[in-house]
């Protein structure tokens, strides 16, 4: 485990422990690999709520597609759209993958992750703006209107830069 887990070269492991067998290597990567999928896919990470001083925290909240190109040129493929939260003092995050970037989706992956008390910061993209009414008005909600400005310059703290760079 340790070898897979700082990403140690296959034929390096053989030579240190002395093994002779792909096999042995190669179901061992599986049964890491197969482990770390089950362990994300029933962890259940809430982000946000209040610190230490009882201050809310931030959690920013976007939304990405991602597609491929073969060799940066071309038509675009088919692309899948990623809806992402990042709490800004912790830095830990949570990325989900859609079918689509509607309200209702929006407002499910954001009450399920985003615990009570928390502001969170989106841009003025139409799906959000049910966010302050989500769970009977638990949560802030900010918005960023990217038209205008990518960081508000009366109130800095307003901006999804953070998510965006994830």
């Not at 920013?60 to 899948?80: I, L, N, P």
């Not at 399920?112 to 989500?134: E, F, K, M, S």
């Amino acid at each position: 485990m340790y070898y897979w887990l700082y990403e140690v070269k296959c034929p390096h492991v053989m030579l240190f422990e002395s093994l002779t067998s792909w096999d042995t290597i190669i179901n061992c990567n599986n049964y890491f690999r197969k482990e770390c999928c089950e362990w994300l896919l029933t962890t259940n990470p809430l982000l946000g709520g209040f610190d230490a001083n009882g201050q809310c925290l931030v959690v920013e909240v976007d939304e990405s597609y991602f597609f491929h190109r073969k060799y940066h040129q071309g038509r675009r493929r088919v692309g899948k759209w990623v809806v992402g939260l990042l709490e800004r003092a912790s830095g830990q995050c949570w990325m989900e993958v859609v079918v689509r970037r509607d309200a209702p989706t929006l407002e499910r992956i954001i009450s399920n992750h985003v615990l009570p008390g928390t502001t969170i910061v989106t841009d003025a993209w139409r799906g959000y703006q049910n966010v302050a009414q989500l769970n009977n008005g638990v949560y802030d909600h900010a918005v960023i209107v990217h038209a205008h400005v990518f960081v508000d310059s009366l109130h800095p703290d307003i901006h999804t830069e953070s998510i965006e760079g994830l």
